[in-house]
């Protein structure tokens, strides 16, 4: 009796634990191939995943096993796909040339296997050559174990992927040749001499010369805010025209997990009418935070939950060089449909100029103000103040006196006094006594009073000091809700975010960003890696610490080495960085255990962004731009982390390989 | 007499050339690859390897689980070390070693102030890695009623600054006008741009019968609007010393400046106008020719370029 139960329970144990096991095992099948298609109205040769233009979404439990067959179907082509924020073993990972990886051959078959040890948003993309840019992406969600909501605030009635891409008529070889014949091929909004005339009918010659100079002997273009135009940019693979829906009814929360695909642009998202809350960034959960609109980087994901009460609203993701819209709709499902998208008005491009030298009076289409800057002035040694920048470019009927702005400074001091007003409307500004004295790279006695200024956005991002490493020690004045005097140097390093918000709506600041969980490390770094962005737009080449991949030394990183990543940019482009393997902790001016968790941080052109980084996965992992040109052209290095003999001789011999290769996880080939 | 020092010049120039490519390419990964693998170096392990269905692309996978004796362990090693670094280089080429190239043809009609046309075609191409680069350059120009003259060089060009590239290679050049003109000169320069965004190409040559010489040009982009451009331009061409029997005179032998205006149809198509002064310090006496006179003018040219 107690035999035959004792065999009931074994097979009991034995059916519930199979179970368990299947249930955990999550397949998928993806055939890489070549297919036409036409998104543009041109039909092309595109790079498709189980025959889809813009691959599959694949969806995962945490504490999934996963079980992926690629099946590389291209003519001719190596292709790879990588799991772009996931923690994986470093063979997983899917970067030809790291942890032994080589890519997958034509007509071959690579078996992609690993626990799901994360839940969030995440994307799926091919890390061969330009496939990214020709078709190979998609996303990839993970949701929590049985798909319960790791907060109240997250539990939401629908979920929704919206992918942004920007899709172009030539393929990524065509484009990265291009680039390469001529850096500027694409650049199609570049100044003309016509500009040069206004500029020094505007500020005079000399004012003009001194701008104009700085910017010629670096041979660089103010007007660089992507290097690659005439895209088409998409929505879950849909043009605006052909206007992707997603649908909810009336009091529902939609929850929806924006990732930008793209290869090389950044957009600013907005919903107008439609507050979101972020509540995830980089497929990590981060406290909710509320907002208008936020500006996503390439490869960056955030999540937010929307409680839609009109019939329909438009999302809209623009450019930052303002090319173009990814458009799409959430639509109230018992109402009747919209069948055309209204596509929105583009808003000001922002010249690089203002960002990062700011000498630029862009005063050009004023209406109706009464302007008098009659007395400013500015007595300085030594070229300090060698820029101030007021755009003003979208002002309507504002009474503006700047009749006492003055700025005494000694040495380099105030290189960049930028004032962009672009979004005023019927203000009264008064600025009368603004005053700036300062010596030695540094502004400490900058008074700023702003006390009647009402509901207005001010964007002085890009007021800085250089100090010697030329990084922005923290001279951001980011005032987009102010009513506050501000005269402090501020303290968040991320400054870059000129989107001209309009008055009075909030955008997604990196330092409003905290980790819903506490993070575990909060060690102090032990060292610091400084990695210098770097590059040389003539010839496009870019490079990390003035090397390029083919010619760099790798990073080496000791296992469980709690480190500082320090991403400081000298050029005029920003990077979207991205680290595979691990999350790091982005040093945003919050308390160590809320740093939120970051795959990609946005490096902003004359910036530094810096972050920690615990290493606490063995093996290879890549580290570089995610603009895809960037990365091609060489900005990409290799992180290794491995243990070390207390001798520390040799690293590359010690690089402990995949625990997964001991458990039997098959690596062949299959044919 | 002339077909031996035809054939000398020739041969010096298809050498020159072969020796420059050989330069272009020897730092080429996937060439000294191809070299390491078929070494006779080479260890059995790789031998085996190399044979496996699925190819080297698959290879290193199985290096781990091989299970392998202690005796061909260093082998094996050392053969899996060096596939790793052959694997490791063919991808860290393509994030930076790639190669690419840029050619550009140019053709042009002129007249000058008498109304005397002329012909003159150009090709100039760069190929190579960001740092190794080939630099060929093809001028061929006819004048109404004359032969044409042409020259051809090949140069070695290096980076040696971010926006520079430092030159050196060969020029062969001739004049139908003149039998046994054709001459082979060493070149030397610098090619890039200089800051204000001045594009740049500054030469030294040097050849047989005590031949000295130097060009230099130099040019801009004004955009009038995206699409067209306006381009001032400087071509200096000197000579210090020259023996030979068609020299011409020593000092600033020709001096050309002018204007040249684009519309870029696309950014490949571009036809032009140009305007141009232009100064010859004319030829040099010598037992073949007499000196002639210096000339100077205005020319006005009409043309197109073409970039691929």
Redesign the interface.
């Known amino acids: 009796m107690s035999k035959k139960l004792s065999h009931v329970l074994l097979i009991g144990v034995g059916l519930f634990s199979s179970t368990w096991v299947m249930a955990a095992v999550k397949e998928y099948d993806l055939t890489i191939a070549e297919q036409t298609v036409n998104i543009t109205g041109k039909p092309l040769k595109r790079i498709t995943v189980n025959g889809k233009f813009v691959a599959p979404l694949l969806e995962f439990e945490e504490g999934d096993d996963a079980v992926i067959r690629v099946h590389n179907k291209l003519k001719n082509q190596?292709s790879s796909i990588h799991w772009h924020g996931l923690i994986l073993p470093g063979i997983m990972d899917g970067v030809?040339?790291?942890n032994?990886f080589?890519?997958i051959?034509p007509n071959?078959t690579y078996e992609y296997k690993f626990k799901v040890r994360q839940n969030g948003t995440y994307w799926y993309h091919s890390h061969?050559?330009g496939q990214e840019q020709d078709g190979l992406y998609g996303p990839l969600v993970i949701y929590p174990k049985n798909k319960v909501p790791l907060t109240a605030g997250e539990k939401a009635d629908r979920d929704y992927v919206v992918l942004l891409s920007d899709f172009h008529n030539s393929t990524s070889g065509q484009i990265?040749?291009?680039l390469?014949?001529?850096a500027d091929?694409y650049q199609?909004?570049?100044?003309?001499?016509?500009d040069v005339f206004k500029q020094i009918k505007r500020d005079g010659l000399k004012a003009t010369w001194q701008d104009r100079?700085m910017w010629?002997?670096m041979?660089m273009l103010k007007t660089d805010m992507s290097d690659v135009t005439n895209y088409t940019f998409l929505m879950n693979g849909k043009t605006p025209e052909q206007n992707w829906t997603g649908n909810f009814k009336a009091g529902e929360k939609v929850r929806l997990r924006f990732i930008n695909a793209s290869a090389m642009s950044f957009f600013d998202v907005r919903i107008p009418n439609l507050k979101m809350t972020v509540v995830s960034a980089d497929g990590q959960p981060v406290k909710p935070v509320p907002v208008d609109e936020f500006r996503i980087g390439t490869a960056e994901t955030y999540d937010v939950i929307v409680e839609p009460k009109q019939a329909n609203y438009q999302i809209e993701a623009e450019s930052i060089d303002r090319s173009g819209f990814s458009v799409g709709t959430l639509h109230d499902e018992n109402t009747t449909p919209v069948k055309n998208i209204v596509m929105p008005k583009p808003r000001p491009r922002s010249l690089l100029t203002m960002e990062d030298m700011g000498m630029d009076h862009d005063m050009s289409s004023m209406n109706g103000m009464d302007h008098d800057m009659s007395s400013m002035k500015s007595e300085s040694k030594d070229q300090s103040m060698s820029g101030m920048d007021h755009d003003m470019s979208s002002m309507k009927g504002m009474d503006h006196d700047m009749s006492s702005m003055k700025s005494d400074s000694k040495e380099q001091s105030m290189p960049g006094m930028d004032h962009d007003m672009s979004s005023m409307k019927g203000m009264d500004h008064d600025m009368s006594s603004m005053k700036s004295d300062s010596k030695e790279q540094s502004m400490p006695g900058m008074d700023h009073d702003m006390s009647s200024m009402k509901g207005m956005d001010h964007d002085m991002s890009s007021m800085k000091s250089d100090s010697k490493d030329q990084s922005m020690s923290g001279m951001n004045h980011d005032m987009s809700a102010m009513n506050t005097n501000t005269s402090e140097t501020s303290d968040v390093v991320y400054g870059w975010a000129n989107a001209s918000t309009p008055v009075g709506q909030r955008a997604l600041k990196y330092s409003d960003l905290q980790s819903l969980n506490p993070q575990q490390d909060t060690r102090a770094p032990e060292r610091e890696i400084e990695i210098r962005l770097g590059g040389?737009m003539?010839?496009y080449?870019w490079t990390i610490n003035g090397k390029?991949?083919?010619?760099t030394e790798p990073f080496k990183v000791k296992y469980g080495e709690r480190i500082r990543l320090k991403f400081i940019n000298d050029s005029m482009m920003a990077h979207p960085m991205h680290l595979h393997g691990m999350f790091m902790q982005l040093e945003n001016g919050q308390d160590p255990s809320n740093m939120p968790n970051k795959h990609t941080v946005i490096v902003p052109p004359g910036k530094t962004v810096t972050t920690l980084l615990t290493a606490d996965e063995l093996g290879e992992w890549a580290i570089?731009c995610h603009l895809l040109y960037h990365?091609?052209?060489?900005?990409?290095n290799k992180l290794i982390v491995a243990n070390v003999d207390s001798n520390g001789t040799d690293m590359k011999d010690v690089v402990a390989?995949p625990k997964t290769?001991d458990k039997g996880v098959n690596?062949?080939?299959h044919? | 007499m002339r077909t031996t020092k035809k054939l000398y010049s020739k041969t010096l120039l298809s050498i020159a050339l072969i020796g420059l490519s050989g330069v272009v390419f020897a730092n080429d990964?996937s060439t000294e690859n191809i070299d390491n693998s078929v070494s006779p170096t080479q260890s059995e392990g790789i031998n085996i390897l190399l044979k496996e269905?699925?190819?080297l692309?698959?290879v290193?996978?199985?290096v781990?689980?091989k299970p392998s004796t202690d005796n061909d362990k260093g082998k094996t090693k050392a053969s899996e070390n060096l596939m790793?670094n052959q694997?490791?280089d063919?991808?860290?080429?393509?994030?930076?070693?790639?190669i690419?190239?840029?050619t550009k043809f140019e053709n042009e009609w002129t007249v000058d102030e008498d109304g005397k046309g002329a012909l003159g075609s150009k090709i100039e191409t760069l190929i190579g890695t960001?740092e190794n680069r080939l630099f060929i350059e093809a001028n061929w120009d006819k004048t109404e009623s004359n032969d044409p003259k042409y020259d051809v060089s090949a140069l070695y060009s290096r980076?040696v600054a971010?926006?520079w590239d430092v030159q050196a290679g060969v020029r062969y050049s001739e004049d139908k006008n003149n039998s046994n003109s054709d001459r082979v000169d060493g070149v030397i320069g610098v090619l890039g741009?200089a800051?204000?965004?001045f594009e740049t190409q500054a030469y030294l040559y040097g050849g047989e019968n005590n031949f000295w010489g130097a060009s230099f040009e130099v040019e801009r982009d004004?955009?009038?609007?995206?699409k067209l451009i306006t381009q001032p331009y400087l071509e200096m061409d000197a000579v210090f010393s020259d023996n030979s029997d068609y020299a011409a005179k020593s000092g600033l032998s020709e001096l050309k400046t002018g204007i040249k205006t684009r519309y870029e149809i696309t950014?490949r198509i571009r036809p032009f106008i140009d305007v141009a002064y232009q100064y010859e310090k004319g030829q040099k006496a010598t037992s073949m020719q007499e000196a002639t006179e210096s000339e100077k003018g205005w020319k006005y040219g009409a043309g197109i370029e073409l970039?691929f």
Not at chain 1, 548 to 551: G, I, S, V, W, Y
Request: glycine letters at 10%.
């Open positions: 190596d030809p040339g790291f032994q080589d890519g051959a071959k061969s050559k990265m040749s291009n390469k014949k001529e091929y199609n909004r570049r100044e003309t001499v016509f100079s010629n002997q041979r040389n003539e010839r080449i390029k991949f083919n010619q570089h990365m091609s052209a060489g900005m990409m390989q290769n690596q062949h080939a044919h | 990964g269905p699925g190819g692309g698959y290193e996978r199985n781990y689980q790793l694997n490791h063919k991808h860290l080429k393509e994030h930076g070693g790639q690419f190239q840029s960001d980076n971010p926006f741009l800051p204000y965004f004004f955009l009038l609007t995206q950014k970039v």
